[in-house]
């Protein structure tokens, strides 16, 4: 599957974005020019099921938008080699599974979903509801959100399809962590992240990923503090 893209900037290196559920390219609507500011070409993802990228085919909802379904499309979409590659949540599950394949010089997880969906934590099928949610009650989950960001999350909302959800909540047997990094990477934690716990990253930085946390920033990094978020990836750009 070809996904649907949008790029920022003519640099000689080159970025790669990945985003979230419920999301599309626009939530990084701020990422992508402060990276092409830095010297990047960037390009980032509609996932399959989200923006303007098709929707998947198959029975169950599982059939259509598992991870390796969400990978392969990266593949076939973007270019190998990159500079750098970020996924936030279920972008980081994705591009988890393709780094292999993408093989970027070096890949950041921002706030990534490789736990989300482990038994008696959270399930994903709750998502669907957020479908239809209001204006005032974006605003209420994400306080730090710019209105710009909360007036993108309605049309991303609009443009998604809640069965990417309900294939999750068929995962939780996988929902494991890493094994050691194909290439330098970054985990990047939202604080007090509920997806990776200090138990966690420390399993992580014994695997051999650098961690780190944005003080004070929720599970969207990227939105609730923009510059907390580039500050912390500090050696990766």
Request: aromatic share 8%; net charge negative.
């Amino acid at each position: 599957m070809k996904l649907n893209t949008r790029e920022w900037g003519t640099g000689d290196r080159l970025a790669l974005l990945v985003h979230g559920i419920m999301s599309d390219h626009r939530s990084w609507r701020s990422v992508g020019p402060a990276l092409a500011g830095r010297g990047y070409r960037v390009i980032a993802v509609d996932l399959r099921g989200h923006g303007a990228s098709p929707r998947g085919e198959g029975a169950a909802p599982v059939d259509r938008y598992g991870p390796e379904h969400y990978a392969q499309d990266l593949v076939d979409t973007l270019p190998a080699g990159a500079d750098l590659a970020i996924g936030h949540s279920l972008g980081a599950l994705t591009l988890l599974h393709a780094v292999d394949r993408l093989r970027p010089a070096r890949a950041v997880y921002s706030d990534p979903a490789w736990r989300f969906v482990r038994p008696g934590f959270f399930d994903p099928a709750v998502f669907t509801q957020f479908k239809a949610a209001t204006r005032e009650q974006i605003g209420a989950v994400s306080p730090r959100w710019e209105a710009a960001d909360v007036e993108v999350e309605l049309a991303t909302l609009a443009a998604w399809d809640p069965d990417t959800a309900l294939a999750l909540s068929a995962l939780a047997d996988r929902a494991v962590l890493p094994g050691a990094p194909v290439v330098p990477s970054l985990v990047q934690l939202a604080d007090n992240s509920r997806l990776i716990g200090p138990e966690d990253a420390a399993t992580l930085r014994g695997l051999g990923y650098e961690v780190r946390t944005v003080p004070g920033a929720g599970h969207t990094i990227h939105r609730d503090d923009l510059q907390g978020f580039l500050a912390s990836l500090d050696g990766w750009l």
